[in-house]
């Protein structure tokens, strides 16, 4: 059951997902024929050929797609770190011209500031916006202990694992209570406990704020039990290949994982993103 | 065709801004000097300064100069090699007496060894000896060092593949390790002997009989203005032509070896 | 691993000092450490009674105490000392600014950079007499000479420093909407701190080198006339009391301002 991108708001799948109300019309991220072309030394690499479509107020929607397809890129255009070579993203009807307040970000590479403890990292960004220390700092510790990192307030990035590194960019993303969160692999990192303990937890904070998410990631699993949405990107140079919607109750538990429906899902996310895999490794004649 | 002569262009363009500072800023100068704002005591005109370098150059004392300077140079760094590879050699070969000895080397980068040249005056005489035995010191160091880095860095995994092939221990040393370490210890043997070309000028200018650091000295002190200017700029011009070339030679060896 | 210029070979030999904390016998190595100065002192005792040209240490010893305690050390020690932290303070006020400059702008950096870099092996000191000529002999040409010397090492390290500063630190300072100032302070200089205060060690030994050897050539006070002073008169103890001073503070200088760096690093 996938449908085109530019069908997106048609009303075909489960009752279960939110629906839009007329409230919430031209609210969200609206993506309109974006192309994402990087200069390089030798001519120019079209990373992004045409992504349309729309994240309306309050989804969760995951990108999946093969390595270098542009992914991140499609992160950078939305959270305003880049500009697309044609077309825009729109976000509540205004175009993205830039980093916004409604928009936070956790990267996909390691970005916590290594001379700062975590405490401070994490209130970073309310630093940067000039949000007084004690009460930046009160705030912080609710989001450290929300991401399961209290009692490390006081360390140091090089006393943490990759994984913890992980949480505390995405508690600084999360402090910023932003309407739309771009998360960019953020459990790429850890092991596979933590991950489902994390994704739980987001789950939780998600269900109780519904913020519109994008969120990349290369686990299926991963990427059905959390969204409303799957968008799969075909190799480079991306458009979207399909949308897969996730009529699966909310709020779900782990369980669900074991569900029937939830294997169909994985198995026709799977069969859509495999062709591409395999283009993707073709093209550079290599294994990842 | 085009697009690689717009693209040579676009990279030529930091190079011509370059002259055009260089030039501009000694066309300022000589506008200064000429114009009376700047006393010809303080600085003759620039012009004036190239004219006295074209006299210069084909002199006997020019000549008589820079040879003196260039064997010293030479002997320095030469010395200075031979000493800094055995002494990263030992290092690595026996790492206590390394790890012992490397803060002292270390160190020494930053010692003014230079205040040592009085010492060495008086034991050796005014003569070339100090001065060699100065810039050999200085040159050692960072050819010690980066040889030291470049031993360890190589992977056990090579001279076990060595063994492996049945190699002779000289074989293993000369056809593995001296050409796994090159690409660093090359960088080492041209600071090296920059640092041996910077001690010799500056002990030259400071006191000695003959070389062109001494010579800018001289004319300071005989009050010849041109002159001096003439040799600043010539022992400028000399050092930049050897930084570019080494630094040249440095990244083709270094290319060709990785 | 790049060595092309002191700074980053002296990082590499940073890199290979870092195999000393696997070492066993952790009291070995400071112990045999300790006696090599100890074995240098031995060996200028056993040396000193040979010839005539080199005077015991504990001459030299005496006649520092004596220059402290009858004083006539202190206006060459002041005098140097003030041309010496006058002109590293110029170095650092220019050299750090211009370096950020030069590091984040990508027309000045293609610009200057090489041009700086070309004269990286032109000794300074030639510079000296223009000083001279300009201000005469005395500690503003001194001070003029120091500044010079350590301007070049700061401006390189810091530029490099701030051009290394990662990617995703400064993508990450843009999505908050960090002002250029909040990217300057809360971003940039931290992550480049400790490669900038290489360049300002350095900077800082050479700022004392430099102010030893014009003092040499020419000055009117310091530690270096006093030094070819004693050279001329063939006062020998003096000389080399004089001598073993300056390499003192040359070297509790730079372990104050490595043990600052070592701090910053970690
Ligand atoms: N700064 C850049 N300059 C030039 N090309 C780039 C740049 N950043 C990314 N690319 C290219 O754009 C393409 C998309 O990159 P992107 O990082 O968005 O991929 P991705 O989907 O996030 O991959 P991954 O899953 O491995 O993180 C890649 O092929 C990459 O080579
Ligand atoms: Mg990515």
């Not at chain 1, 079209?46 to 929607?61: C, K, L, P, W």
């Not at chain 1, 994008?214 to 969204?227: K, R, W």
């Not at chain 2, 303080?42 to 002199?59: A, C, F, H, N």
């Not at chain 3, 990082?11 to 100890?38: D, F, K, N, S, Y």
Request: hydrophobic fraction near 50%; glycine fraction near 8%; charge should be positive.
């Amino acid at each position: 059951m996938t449908r085109s991108p530019s069908t997106f708001q048609s009303e075909t799948h489960a009752a279960t997902t939110r629906r839009p109300t007329a409230a919430d019309e031209g609210r969200g991220v609206r993506f309109d024929g974006v192309q994402v072309v990087y200069p390089t030394s030798d001519g120019s690499i079209e990373a992004i050929r045409e992504v349309s479509g729309a994240i309306s107020d309050g989804r969760f929607v995951s990108l999946i797609g093969p390595s270098g397809c542009g992914k991140s890129t499609l992160l950078d255009v939305v959270g305003g770190l880049r500009r697309p070579a044609a077309g825009t993203v729109a976000i509540n009807g205004e175009a993205v011209s830039g980093p916004r307040r409604d928009t936070a970000m956790v990267f996909q590479e390691d970005s916590t500031l290594h001379w700062r403890t975590v405490l401070s990292n994490v209130a970073f960004g309310l630093e940067i916006a000039g949000v007084p220390k004690k009460e930046r700092e009160t705030r912080a510790r609710e989001i450290i202990n929300l991401v399961g990192l209290s009692g490390f307030e006081d360390r140091h990035p090089r006393e943490l694992s990759g994984g913890m590194k992980q949480r505390v960019a995405i508690a600084r993303a999360l402090l910023l209570d932003p309407r739309i969160l771009l998360m960019d692999e953020p459990f790429g990192a850890l092991d596979q406990q933590t991950r489902m303990f994390i994704g739980r937890e987001l789950l939780r904070v998600w269900d109780e704020t519904r913020k519109s998410v994008l969120f990349v990631t290369h686990d299926i699993q991963e990427a059905i039990y959390l969204s409303d949405e799957v968008w799969i990107m075909t190799a480079r140079p991306a458009v979207i290949k399909a949308i897969v919607p996730v009529d699966l109750d909310r709020p779900r538990l782990p369980e669900i994982m074991s569900s029937p429906r939830f294997h169909e899902l994985s198995t026709q996310v799977w069969e859509l993103l495999r062709v591409e895999s395999e283009k993707a490794l073709n093209i550079r004649g290599e294994l990842p | 065709m085009s697009t690689t002569a717009a693209r040579s262009r676009a990279r030529a363009w930091p190079a011509v801004a370059q002259v055009g500072l260089v030039a501009g800023g000694a066309g300022l100068l000589e506008f200064l000097t000429q114009s009376g704002y700047i006393s010809p005591m303080v600085l003759p005109p620039p012009t004036e300064i190239v004219g006295k370098l074209g006299e210069i150059v084909p002199s006997n004392v020019f000549l008589d100069d820079l040879g003196s300077t260039a064997i010293t140079v030479f002997s320095a760094f030469a010395i200075g090699a031979i000493i800094g590879l055995l002494i990263g050699i030992a290092f690595w070969k026996l790492p206590f007496v390394g790890a012992v000895f490397e803060p002292y080397l270390v160190s020494m980068y930053s010692m003014p060894a230079l205040v040592f040249y009085p010492i060495l005056l008086a034991l050796l005489g005014l003569s070339k000896a100090p001065i060699v035995v100065i810039a050999a010191s200085m040159a050692l160091i960072p050819i010690a060092l980066n040889t030291m880095v470049a031993l360890r860095a190589i992977k056990s995994t090579l001279p076990k593949l060595g063994t492996s092939l049945n190699c002779t221990r000289r074989q293993i040393y000369w056809k593995i390790l001296a050409p796994a370490a090159t690409p660093l210890v090359v960088p080492g043997l041209v600071l090296g002997f920059i640092y041996a070309m910077i001690g010799t000028i500056a002990m030259e200018f400071i006191l000695a009989s003959n070389g062109i650091g001494f010579r800018i000295g001289y004319y300071y002190r005989s009050f010849d203005v041109v002159d001096m200017y003439a040799y600043i700029l010539v022992a400028s011009i000399i050092a930049i032509i050897v930084n570019v070339a080494l630094n040249r030679l440095e990244r083709r060896i270094r290319r060709d070896m990785q | 691993m790049t060595v092309t210029s002191d700074p980053p070979a002296e990082t590499a030999a940073l890199a290979a000092g870092q195999l000393e904390g696997r070492r066993e016998r952790r009291w070995a190595l400071p112990a045999a450490r300790i006696t090599v100065p100890i074995a240098a002192l031995l060996i200028w005792f056993a040396i000193a009674p040979i010839t005539d040209l080199v005077p015991s240490p504990a001459a030299a010893l005496a006649e520092l105490w004596q220059g402290f305690a009858d004083g006539w050390i202190y206006p060459g020690l002041a005098s140097t000392a003030t041309a010496v932290l006058a002109g590293f303070g110029i170095g650092v006020l220019t050299g750090f600014p211009l370096g950020y400059l030069l590091g984040r702008n990508r027309i000045a950096n293609r610009i200057f950079e090489p041009l700086i870099a070309g004269t990286f092996a032109v000794p300074r000191i030639i510079l000296y007499p223009v000083l001279l000529t300009l201000f005469g002999v005395g500690l503003l040409a001194e001070t003029g000479m120091v500044a010079i010397s350590a301007f070049f090492p700061i401006i390189m390290a810091t530029s490099a420093a701030v051009r290394q500063v990662s990617e995703n630190l400064l993508k990450l300072g843009r999505s908050l909407r960090a002002n250029r100032r909040q990217l300057a302070t809360k971003i940039v200089i931290p992550d480049a701190a400790p490669a900038i205060m290489v360049g300002i060690r350095i900077g800082f030994s050479i700022s004392f080198i430099a102010a030893i050897i014009a003092e040499l050539f020419a000055a009117k006070e310091g530690l270096g006339l006093m030094i070819s002073e004693a050279y001329a008169a063939l006062e020998l103890p003096r000389m080399y009391a004089i001598v073993l001073l300056v390499m003192v503070i040359a070297f509790v200088g730079n372990i104050l301002l490595w043990s600052l760096e070592r701090r910053l690093r970690s």
